[in-house]
């Protein structure tokens, strides 16, 4: 069985995950294009790298497992 199908925390921790990203990438992207319409292209060739790197690390973030992350029940059981 398939650990997606057989579990209902598994697939909560993947919704967040994919909300998550979601987001954070649909945050960046908007950011973009309002920074490159109204920054000085030199400015944004260097905020371009820091926005990337800022999203990166938010959503990196949301993948550190805590002690009460839903998807430590994940784990198969002996």
Known sequence: MRLQEGSPAFRRAERVF???WGVVLLGECVVRVVGAYTLPVGTMVWLGS???IV?????SSSAVPSPQ???RACS???
């Open 18 to 20: 994919s909300l998550v």
């Open 50 to 52: 820091v926005i990337m």
């Open 55 to 59: 999203s990166m690390a938010l959503t």
């Open 69 to 71: 992350a839903p998807w």
């Open 76 to 78: 198969p059981r002996k």
